[in-house]
């Protein structure tokens, strides 16, 4: 059978068209989607392009200035401050920390609450301190109350021994290095902590913000370790000390 000069034509123009397609780049499905949210701390989903950017958080301050200069009764969460923690200890012992927040002078702290979490997925064990006053209340504020007013003005009024762990999940006492943060939530955040959030919704709130080094404390858990001390307070040279969020 003998083709013709068309025929012959439009089964090259089919073969140049499979190849052409069969070459042709698929589609980049980007970094992200609705379906599939960004795994690194502080990044959001930019829809459009499909990538992974930096949120614009706002942690200069856990929430805007009274207008009158008066709040409260409100939570305030620990925002910058003096933090001690116990960076090593044996597995399966409670590690002390001791925080000690910086207020403004018009702030009347009134009673606090101190919750620790933590979490495990497979070696990788990690712990979040979380300190609020329940019902603080201010007279006379300055607008820069619940954010980064001179230093030299801070106030202690209070120091709080808290603690994080044990680390035992299924029971099962983890050996190795773990971390505890104590980290950056907003005011209105910490009210949800405060209104009993769940934890995945916790953790969700922490994660949202990028890691501040910090407030991240490192913790080796050894049997070659001397137990852990029953507390920060009364020998602050057995923990880690620091100054977090300055």
């Not at 116990?86 to 927040?101: L, Q």
């Not at 603080?136 to 762990?165: H, K, M, N, W």
């Not at 505890?180 to 209104?195: D, G, H, K, Q, W």
Request: proline fraction near 9%; include cysteine.
């Amino acid at each position: 059978m003998t083709l013709s000069p068309a025929s012959s034509l439009i089964g090259l123009g089919l073969t140049l068209g499979l190849m052409l397609g069969a070459c042709a780049p698929n589609e980049d499905a980007g970094q992200c989607d609705q379906s599939r949210p960004c795994t690194e701390r502080g990044e959001i989903c930019d829809t459009v392009d499909k990538v992974c950017i930096a949120a614009d958080f706002d942690v200069d301050e856990t929430a805007p200035g009274p207008a009158n200069g008066s709040f409260g009764p409100s939570v305030v969460p620990f925002f910058r401050g003096k933090v001690c923690v116990a960076t090593k200890a044996k597995p399966g012992e409670r590690i002390p920390v001791s925080i000690s927040p910086c207020l403004h002078p018009c702030v009347s702290p009134g009673p606090f609450t101190q919750v620790n979490k933590w979490q495990c997925s497979g070696s990788l064990c990690e712990g979040l301190n979380l300190m609020y006053l329940s019902a603080a209340t201010g007279v006379g504020c300055p607008a820069e109350v619940f954010g980064r007013f001179d230093a030299g003005s801070c106030a202690y009024p209070l120091t709080i021994d808290a603690g994080q762990g044990p680390f035992n999940p299924a029971g099962n006492n983890v050996s190795g290095t773990v971390t505890t943060e104590i980290p950056f939530l907003s005011n209105e955040e910490m009210a949800r902590v405060a209104n009993n959030a769940s934890n995945d919704e916790i953790w969700s709130m922490v994660k949202a913000y990028p890691q501040e080094d910090s407030r991240v404390f490192s913790i080796s858990l050894s049997d070659a370790n001397p137990s852990a001390p029953a507390n920060c307070t009364d020998d602050p040279s057995l923990c880690e000390c620091r100054d977090v969020g300055f």
